[in-house]
């Protein structure tokens, strides 16, 4: 099928940026004298926001004002640091050059911050999204199909000319929430055999693979 836009996931698909998230996250603790969390720890732990983040990384029993105050520092850690180790995952530029080029309409739909969703847009991926967005008030997060729908109806393209492509099960139920197909790719926070027990009805390993699909 030719489609008229792509939507895409950022943490996993698009970009690694997990060893800032990684650092941000244990600042914060640090500040609340908690124990650091490993990168693969952070791994499991990012997808459904920043909040549930911070909720799932201080010890079993935290207070609330207290994951309160992680939360904040955690904010205030990444809106510093969010590109300082955030690297592109190989093939994704170029493929993005190649969708625009074809006139098919590209976008980033995320539960990551929305001031690090911009900035993070801007800085890797100058001229190559039409549309870049992530979780702020107002607008359910994913799975939730809100922020998905929300895009594409700025875009002009209804879901059912669109797809959603993403790295985690949290994907997969967003596209079927909003009507679009979904294709999960194995390069990011999830392994192969846990997307296909959530349902991935095709999964994609590399960007050439990606891009056969989607032109």
């Given at each position: 099928m030719t489609y008229r836009a792509v939507v895409f996931d950022m943490d996993g698909t698009i970009l690694d940026t997990l060893e800032d998230m990684k650092r941000s996250v244990n600042a914060a603790l640090a500040a609340e004298g908690f124990p650091p969390r490993t990168l693969d720890e952070v791994r499991h732990f990012v997808g459904n926001g920043n909040r549930r983040l911070v909720e799932r990384a201080v010890p079993e029993g935290t207070e609330a004002d207290a994951v309160e105050r992680v939360f904040r520092g955690f904010h205030a850690q990444y809106r510093a640091h969010c590109m300082d180790h955030a690297r592109v995952y190989?093939?994704?530029?170029?493929l993005l050059?190649?969708?625009?080029?074809?006139?098919?309409?590209?976008?980033?739909?995320?539960?990551?911050?929305?001031?690090?969703?911009?900035?993070?847009?801007?800085?890797?991926?100058?001229?190559?999204?039409?549309?870049?967005?992530?979780?702020?008030?107002?607008?359910?997060?994913k799975p939730a199909p809100d922020g998905v729908l929300a895009v594409l109806a700025a875009l002009g393209v209804p879901p059912a000319e669109a797809v959603y492509?993403?790295?985690?099960?949290?994907?997969?139920?967003?596209?079927?929430?909003?009507?679009?197909?979904?294709?999960?790719?194995?390069?990011?926070?999830?392994p192969e055999a846990y997307l296909i027990r959530q349902g991935a009805g095709r999964i994609v390993r590399t960007a050439e693979e990606l891009g056969a699909l989607l032109l």
């Open positions: 190989p093939g994704i530029p170029a050059a190649r969708l625009r080029a074809a006139g098919i309409r590209t976008a980033v739909v995320s539960n990551k911050a929305d001031y690090a969703v911009k900035l993070l847009a801007e800085r890797f991926f100058p001229g190559l999204l039409d549309a870049a967005a992530g979780e702020k008030e107002g607008v359910r997060r492509v993403g790295d985690s099960e949290v994907d997969i139920e967003t596209a079927r929430n909003a009507g679009l197909p979904c294709l999960s790719v194995t390069w990011g926070f999830r």
